[in-house]
């Protein structure tokens, strides 16, 4: 019993190194300038946008020289998947369901 404890403990990180066309990536949360307390009807649902901003955190070789780690992506939200392994979950999408690239203007 003692063995499995030291075991967890250990566990390492793992890293997903995607293939076929995926890029391993992580939702960007936005901050909605204009938040604000406001009193919702129970049955309120609120429309969520069909696309979502992410971060590139790793991709294939094959990839590598358009894919950037740490370039932020406009995609398809729906088309997200989330893979749970070990307690650890990774999200993925198809570099066809890459809407654009965001860039600061300089």
């Known amino acids: 019993m003692k063995h499995r404890a030291l075991a967890a403990q250990k566990r390492e990180q793992m890293i ?4 076929n066309n995926y890029l391993a ?6 901050i909605d ?3 604000s307390t406001i ?3 129970r049955d309120y649902r609120a429309v969520e946008s069909p ?3 992410v971060e590139v955190v790793n ?3 094959e990839s590598g020289t358009l894919w950037g780690t740490g370039l932020r992506l406009v995609v398809e ?3 997200l998947r989330d893979i749970q392994h070990n307690g650890e979950t990774f999200t993925v999408i198809k570099e066809n369901h890459v809407i654009g690239i965001l ?3 300089s």
Not at 16 to 19: A, D, E
Not at 25 to 30: A, D, H, L, Q, S
């Open 39 to 41: 009193l919702l009807p």
């Open 16 to 19: 997903l190194t995607p293939v």
């Open 51 to 53: 696309f979502a901003v």
């Open 25 to 30: 990536v992580r939702t960007v949360e936005t």
């Open 33 to 35: 300038p204009e938040d």
């Open 77 to 79: 939200a729906h088309m």
């Open 59 to 61: 991709c294939s070789g």
């Open 103 to 105: 860039s600061e203007t």
